[in-house]
């Protein structure tokens, strides 16, 4: 009988557990924290309309209201997701898909 593949995220589990030195420095990475930017939607202005922006101006967007949120890092997106509202009254972002390539980018 064959041995089965592991999956990547059995792979990982592993390489979490493996003790050995060379592997401390891959585990010491896991608690860096990155920034997470939340686009909603982007806007060209020329320098003159910035100049005449005043409270409660409105800058129109590129996006609907009910289109998907991208979640950046470091100028790749590793996921879209759509706003909701936290139990506590906050945004937050509920994923609903995640990039191909994403795990590359940040594991």
Request: charged share 30%; hydrophobic share 35%; proline share 5%.
């Amino acid at each position: 009988m064959s041995n089965p593949e592991k999956t990547p995220q059995a792979q990982a589990d592993v390489d979490r557990r493996d003790d050995s030195d060379a592997n401390e420095y891959r585990r010491s990475i896991f608690d860096v924290q990155v920034m997470l930017t939340v686009s909603i939607g982007q806007a060209r202005l020329s320098v003159s309309d910035i100049l005449e922006l005043r409270p409660e101006s409105v800058v129109p967007l590129t996006s609907r209201i009910d289109d998907p949120v991208e979640l950046v890092i470091d100028n790749k997106i590793i996921a879209r997701g759509e706003l909701v509202e936290t139990e506590d009254g906050s945004l937050g972002v509920k994923i609903t898909e995640l990039e191909e390539q994403a795990g590359d980018a940040i594991g």
